[in-house]
């Protein structure tokens, strides 16, 4: 989604770009067990590395592309970006072809699922009522292959689970209210109310 923003800005060429905490920033304790790769709750910085495809001042370009890397972290991922942090690597000569950097693995192009396998399992009405959830567009397991979407973990006896689910969130949809709808209806569907983090993959 912050490639597809910077790719509209006219002049701008994206390079490396990485999102992170603010350093020196106090991180907040997470509520549940954060998935993989997922950065503790706290502020957060843009990184990015640009090249220009145009003759202009390089202020202006910048700022124009800091604007549109904080607006779509905030209003379309509901990301807390205080920090946008950019730095100008070069220009490319007009006559020739700019080189495109190698694309990301994209999550959603691992081996999705719509439902795991099995009869009415907490894992199976997990995945049924994330499903229901407006936003949702698939169950995608980028960590476990077909098998991953849906993990519930059974901690000591007595205390509750905790379901970690992996999605893709459907266009027109912020990630940040679809994961938050999906916590909520598991959780409310389950009948020992278990802890849930979910994780976005892809958005569609």
């Avoid at 994206?14 to 907040?28: H, I, K, N, Y």
Wanted: glycine fraction near 8%; charged fraction near 25%; hydrophobic fraction near 40%.
């Amino acid at each position: 989604m912050l490639r597809r923003s910077a790719d509209a800005v006219p002049g701008v060429r994206l390079g490396t770009l990485r999102v992170g905490p603010v350093d020196g920033a106090p991180t907040e304790e997470p509520g549940v067990p954060p998935p993989p790769s997922a950065l503790w709750p706290g502020p957060l910085r843009i990184g990015a590395e640009f090249a220009a495809t145009r003759l202009e001042p390089f202020p202006a370009l910048a700022d124009r592309l800091r604007a549109a890397l904080a607006d779509a972290a905030a209003d379309r991922l509901g990301l807390r970006v205080t920090e946008v942090d950019l730095r100008i690597t070069g220009v490319d000569q007009p006559d020739e072809p700019p080189e495109q950097p190698s694309p990301a693995a994209d999550p959603s192009d691992a081996p999705a699922e719509d439902r795991p396998a099995g009869e009415d399992t907490p894992e199976h009405r997990a995945a049924s009522t994330a499903l229901a959830v407006p936003g949702v567009a698939r169950l995608g397991g980028a960590f476990g292959g077909r098998t991953g979407a849906v993990r519930m973990d059974h901690p000591a006896p007595g205390r509750p689970a905790h379901v970690r689910l992996e999605l893709v969130v459907s266009p027109g949809h912020r990630p940040l209210e679809v994961a938050r709808a999906v916590r909520h209806a598991v959780t409310e569907a389950l009948p020992d109310r278990p802890s849930v983090a979910v994780l976005v993959t892809a958005l569609d």
